[in-house]
């Protein structure tokens, strides 16, 4: 393979999180202590340029055009560090970005899920994310862990940002997402009963950790390791399940 352009120090002492090509232009989410968003010309590939940047807390490990001017980022919070040079990873991020004026990139919805310990399959496989724009659909399965609420203390308190939550829930996030509302949570999806989720810890139950979400025609069907699960799309109501004993 042969180098015929690069950009160099573009963001020193930090990580590509992740990257996505649209078109002639490519945009990259690097991350220290915040995310620098980077809107990159590549309609000369002998010599791209940045075009513009965002600095926001948190970071994007996976992006997701809706459109030619919106980008889904889906990732994780983060609070800086006051005595050192690095930051807390928080809960999980989803934001829109609109980068309709190149130069000047916008975080126009973002929503934190959870609190530290928060995960998905989402932020290390693609396939873990289903997005639909005609059906305004966005389902994600999240392993959510929250702080007990006596236990948490302010954002600004940085002693509280290594703190992780305790699982609570795992299964599919189902939004409506719309470029003017943003993210609307239309309910959630398990395969774990109550009494299951009631001793589940990080590792427990692993066989029916929702991993995939797919739809055809109206009916929503997530999968686990022992289990395949039909929603109807319209108001999640349960429709059938199927075990894999």
Known sequence: MQTIGKLEALAPGEKIYSARFMGKK????TFKKVDPLFVIDLSTPTEPKVLGKLKIPGYSDYL??????????????????TYGDFAWYQGMKLAVFDVSDVSNPVEMHK??????????????NHKAFLYDKEKELL?????LAE????????TGDTMASPV?????FQGAF???????????????????TPEEELKRGYYYGNEYVVQRALFIDNIL???SDKMLKANSLDDLQELKEFSFD
């Not at 929503?111 to 932020?123: E, M, P, Q, V």
């Not at 389902?139 to 392993?143: C, F, N, R, T, Y």
Request: glycine share 10%; hydrophobic share 35%.
């Open 111 to 124: 929503i934190t899920i959870g609190d530290r310990g928060t995960d998905s399959f989402a932020l290390q």
């Open 147 to 154: 702080i007990p609420a006596d236990q948490k203390k302010p």
């Open 164 to 168: 992780y939550g305790e699982p609570v």
């Open 139 to 143: 389902v994600l399965p999240i392993q």
């Open 221 to 223: 069907y997530t999968l």
């Open 174 to 192: 189902v939004y409506k997402l719309t470029l003017e509302n943003g993210f609307e949570e239309k309910g959630r999806i398990t395969h774990i």
């Open 26 to 29: 490519a945009y990259l989410v």
């Open 64 to 81: 997701h055009p809706i459109d030619e001017t919106h980008i889904i980022g889906v990732g994780k919070e983060a609070t800086a560090s």
